[in-house]
């Protein structure tokens, strides 16, 4: 497996520097590009010996939520013009996150909140498929949403909408706070795309003293094959110490 970080493209030299293989990006800040700077990322991007294959943070912050008025008509119209950016940068994975734009009032009766998820991942799948790229469903927390919370939850709108290019992502963090057991990799593996870790009861930094098993879930994802990449996404106080603390552990944990 390959390791990377989730991170601006600011810090492409540091992290290629430590010896990560890729780098993910965010998808809102690329929606932002004209094509003069989607050149430049380009050419920053191409022929490194870090790569980017995937973006995250799908929906941008000025778009409404899901269940507003216009929402998905809205959201359609910013796929269509954001895909073909991803294509052309050779982005092939994208995340779709965006914990508050999928969040519904907590009276909406559950048939619409299901059909509107349901709308939009259609949507979101068809211009991906166009552009050659995958979109992954990143299960959060209830902290952060309250639509997509498990690798369960996410796998059912997979099911069955059974479309080729939506596939599921499990985020160590979020798969930790919603108690999820190891045996969901297992049981959905086939369908697991993409993967981000972390230290998962802060949010933080991985390092060789930190309770959590990361051996364990690493070996989870090869046993069904999983043959992605590990994305680091998390942070802290001092950054740089950081990402060179967790570099090690990450690749021990590949390694293994």
Not at 132 to 145: D, F, S
Request: aromatic share 8%.
């Amino acid at each position: 497996m390959k390791i990377g970080v989730c991170s601006p493209i600011e810090r492409q030299d540091l992290l290629e520097n430590l010896g990560y293989d890729q780098l993910e990006l965010s998808i809102g800040a690329i929606s932002e590009m004209n094509e003069e700077e989607l050149s430049e990322l380009k050419q920053r991007i191409v022929g490194r010996k870090i790569r980017v294959t995937s973006a995250n943070c799908m929906l941008h912050g000025s778009l409404p939520q899901l269940c507003q008025d216009e929402g998905l008509e809205k959201v359609s119209k910013y796929l269509a013009m954001v895909m073909p950016k991803l294509q052309y940068l050779g982005i092939t994975t994208a995340v779709f996150g965006s914990g508050w734009h999928r969040r519904m009032p907590d009276d909406m009766p559950y048939e619409k909140r299901h059909q509107i998820i349901r709308d939009v991942l259609v949507i979101m799948e068809g211009e991906a498929r166009k552009n050659g790229v995958t979109v992954v469903i990143e299960p959060l927390n209830q902290k952060e949403t309250n639509m997509l919370l498990t690798t369960e939850e996410a796998m059912g709108y997979i099911k069955e909408l059974d479309l080729p290019n939506l596939k599921l992502l499990v985020d160590l963090y979020h798969f930790y706070c919603e108690g999820e057991p190891l045996e969901r990799i297992y049981e959905y593996g086939p369908y697991i795309k993409h993967v981000h870790i972390v230290e998962p009861s802060k949010r933080t930094f991985m390092r060789k003293d930190d309770d959590y098993d990361y051996g364990a879930f690493v070996k989870a994802l090869r046993d069904v094959g999983y043959v992605g990449a590990l994305m680091f996404e998390g942070g802290g106080d001092d950054y740089d110490k950081g990402i060179a603390e967790t570099y090690p552990v990450m690749r021990e944990a590949v390694a293994e």
